[in-house]
C-alpha cells in the first residue's frame, strides 16, 4: 500500500446529476441528412473530404487509460455508496444509511474505514467535520426522487464524468493509505479513486465541441419509408460521425466521446477503436422512398461500422487494472457529391448514436473535490 501525507481542499459545490451529456445540447434540425447547425462537422473543427480518404481503421493506442469504471448511479447514492457492502434493490431508500458524526469517523478502524464510501472517505481525509461531499451526495439523492415522484431512474449517474476521466487521467492501480490532518490513515481502493475522478471531471468546467442532439423521447415513430418523424431523435448525422471518427481516433488528437442511446436514456462512452467496410456505391437517382438527401448529392455508398467502445463495470477491490469493452455495430448511407466527398447521411440500423462530443479544456469546477488533492491520490495509487 502507498502512504501519502494530507493534502487542503476547498472549492465551491455546484449541484449536477445525470448520466447525460454536457449541458447546451438541444435539437431544432429539419433536415436532418444535410448536417444542420447542431450536426455540422464544421462544428467540431472537420472538413467534409473523399469517403476513400478516410481511414477504414483506427484505434487509440494509451496503455495506462481508458480503463473500465463505473457510473455510480444516483438511485445507489452516487460516490456515497458503500458499494463494498453491494445492492440488490434498485429502491434509492436502501441506500440512505445514517450518516455519522465526524467524531464517530474518527473512532472508526482502519477495517471499517476501508469499506466507507468515496465520498466519506474524502471527506475524513480532508479533515471535514460537515462531511460536505457525503451530504451533498446524499442530497442529490433526496431532491432527484422529490422530482421523479418518489423513484429515481436507474441510469440517472455520472457516466460522462467517467467517460471524460478516463480518457484524460492515467488508471489508478494501487492501493493508497492517505493520512489526514488528524493522524487518521484513511485507506482508498483504485475504485474509490476512480469515483473521486470521475466526479471531479463530471462537475469540472469544460471547454467542449459537440455534434448532434439529444432524443427525449422514450419512444420514435416512424413513416411510410421508415423515416423517424421526429426530427429531433434522427440524431448525429451520419457523416458527422464518419468524419468526427476518422479525424478523432485516425490522428489520436482527441478523445471522442458518444451516447450510444438514441431515446432519451444517455450512456456515455469513449469510443476505443472502429473498422469500416464500404459497399454498393451507386448513382443517386431522386426517388420518393429517399427524398430527404443532402443538395448537392450525386452518389450512394453503404457503411458498415463496427465501433469498440470502452464499457463500464462494477467496481471491484481487486488490485488489477480494469478493461472491459462493448462493440456496436452501426449501419449507414453515405451521401457524396461528384468529386465523391461526404455531405450527408442517413440511418439504415435502428440503434444508432444520439451526440458526440470532445473535451478541449477541464478546470477545476464545484464538487467538492480539489485537483491537488485528487492528483496526489491518484500519483500514490500509480506508482511503486
Given at each position: 500500500?502507498?502512504?501519502?501525507?494530507?493534502?487542503?481542499?476547498l472549492i465551491l459545490f455546484l449541484s449536477f446529476w445525470s448520466c447525460g451529456q454536457p449541458s447546451g445540447l438541444t435539437h431544432n434540425s429539419h433536415v436532418h441528412e444535410a448536417p444542420d447547425a447542431i450536426n455540422a462537422y464544421q462544428r467540431m473543427g472537420l472538413d467534409t473530404k473523399?469517403?476513400?480518404?478516410?481511414?477504414?481503421?483506427?484505434?487509440?493506442?494509451?496503455?495506462?487509460?481508458?480503463?473500465?469504471?463505473?457510473?455510480?448511479?444516483?438511485?445507489?447514492?452516487?460516490?456515497?455508496?458503500?458499494?463494498?457492502?453491494?445492492?440488490?434493490?434498485?429502491?434509492?431508500?436502501?441506500?440512505?444509511?445514517?450518516?455519522?458524526?465526524?467524531?464517530?469517523?474518527?473512532?472508526?478502524?482502519?477495517?471499517?474505514?476501508?469499506?466507507?464510501?468515496?465520498?466519506?472517505?474524502?471527506?475524513?481525509?480532508?479533515?471535514?467535520?460537515?462531511?460536505?461531499?457525503?451530504?451533498?451526495?446524499?442530497?442529490?439523492?433526496?431532491?432527484?426522487?422529490?422530482?421523479?415522484?418518489?423513484?429515481?431512474?436507474?441510469?440517472?449517474?455520472?457516466?460522462?464524468?467517467?467517460?471524460?476521466?478516463?480518457?484524460?487521467?492515467?488508471?489508478?492501480?494501487?492501493?493508497?493509505?492517505?493520512?489526514?490532518?488528524?493522524?487518521?490513515?484513511?485507506?482508498?481502493?483504485?475504485?474509490?479513486?476512480?469515483?473521486?475522478?470521475?466526479?471531479?471531471?463530471?462537475?469540472?468546467?469544460?471547454?467542449?465541441?459537440?455534434?448532434?442532439?439529444?432524443?427525449?423521447?422514450?419512444?420514435?415513430?416512424?413513416?411510410?419509408?421508415?423515416?423517424?418523424?421526429?426530427?429531433?431523435?434522427?440524431?448525429?448525422?451520419?457523416?458527422?460521425?464518419?468524419?468526427?471518427?476518422?479525424?478523432?481516433?485516425?490522428?489520436?488528437?482527441?478523445?471522442?466521446?458518444?451516447?450510444?442511446?438514441?431515446?432519451?436514456?444517455?450512456?456515455?462512452?469513449?469510443?476505443?477503436?472502429?473498422?469500416?467496410?464500404?459497399?454498393?456505391?451507386?448513382?443517386?437517382?431522386?426517388?420518393?422512398?429517399?427524398?430527404?438527401?443532402?443538395?448537392?448529392?450525386?452518389?450512394?455508398?453503404?457503411?458498415?461500422?463496427?465501433?469498440?467502445?470502452?464499457?463500464?463495470?462494477?467496481?471491484?477491490?481487486?488490485?488489477?487494472?480494469?478493461?472491459?469493452?462493448?462493440?456496436?455495430?452501426?449501419?449507414?448511407?453515405?451521401?457524396?457529391?461528384?468529386?465523391?466527398?461526404?455531405?450527408?447521411?442517413?440511418?439504415?440500423?435502428?440503434?444508432?448514436?444520439?451526440?458526440?462530443?470532445?473535451?478541449?479544456?477541464?478546470?477545476?469546477?464545484?464538487?467538492?473535490?480539489?485537483?491537488?488533492?485528487?492528483?496526489?491520490?491518484?500519483?500514490?495509487?500509480?506508482?511503486?
Open positions: 500500500m502507498k502512504s501519502l501525507p494530507h493534502v487542503s481542499s473523399p469517403y476513400t480518404d478516410v481511414r477504414a481503421t483506427a484505434q487509440i493506442n494509451s496503455p495506462q487509460k481508458f480503463w473500465s469504471g463505473f457510473y455510480w448511479p444516483t438511485y445507489q447514492g452516487g460516490i456515497s455508496y458503500r458499494w463494498q457492502y453491494g445492492g440488490q434493490t434498485e429502491s434509492y431508500t436502501a441506500y440512505l444509511y445514517p450518516i455519522p458524526s465526524f467524531p464517530e469517523y474518527q473512532q472508526l478502524r482502519p477495517e471499517q474505514l476501508q469499506r466507507l464510501s468515496p465520498a466519506e472517505k474524502y471527506d475524513v481525509w480532508v479533515n471535514d467535520p460537515a462531511m460536505t461531499l457525503t451530504r451533498i451526495e446524499r442530497q442529490k439523492v433526496i431532491n432527484t426522487a422529490q422530482n421523479y415522484n418518489n423513484t429515481i431512474p436507474t441510469w440517472f449517474g455520472i457516466c460522462d464524468g467517467w467517460a471524460l476521466a478516463t480518457s484524460m487521467e492515467d488508471e489508478p492501480i494501487r492501493m493508497v493509505r492517505a493520512q489526514s490532518p488528524s493522524g487518521q490513515i484513511v485507506p482508498f481502493y483504485p475504485e474509490d479513486i476512480k469515483a473521486l475522478m470521475s466526479q471531479y471531471y463530471a462537475h469540472a468546467r469544460k471547454q467542449y465541441v459537440s455534434a448532434g442532439g439529444r432524443c427525449n423521447r422514450p419512444q420514435v415513430t416512424k413513416d411510410a419509408n421508415g423515416r423517424v418523424i421526429e426530427p429531433e431523435c434522427r440524431d448525429i448525422n451520419p457523416a458527422t460521425l464518419h468524419l468526427a471518427m476518422d479525424r478523432f481516433v485516425g490522428d489520436k488528437e482527441r478523445k471522442l466521446i458518444i451516447d450510444i442511446s438514441r431515446d432519451e436514456m444517455v450512456w456515455n462512452y469513449p469510443i476505443y477503436n472502429y473498422r469500416i467496410q464500404y459497399n454498393n456505391l451507386r448513382r443517386f437517382t431522386p426517388h420518393p422512398s429517399y427524398p430527404h438527401a443532402a443538395p448537392g448529392t450525386q452518389y450512394l455508398i453503404n457503411v458498415n461500422a463496427t465501433v469498440v467502445l470502452v464499457s463500464g463495470d462494477q467496481p471491484t477491490t481487486q488490485l488489477v487494472p480494469q478493461r472491459a469493452y462493448l462493440q456496436k455495430v452501426w449501419q449507414y448511407v453515405l451521401e457524396l457529391d461528384g468529386s465523391y466527398n461526404i455531405i450527408g447521411g442517413e440511418w439504415i440500423t435502428d440503434e444508432h448514436p444520439d451526440f458526440v462530443w470532445i473535451v478541449q479544456s477541464a478546470a477545476n469546477g464545484s464538487s467538492r473535490i480539489d485537483y491537488q488533492n485528487l492528483s496526489a491520490l491518484a500519483q500514490a495509487a500509480r506508482s511503486l
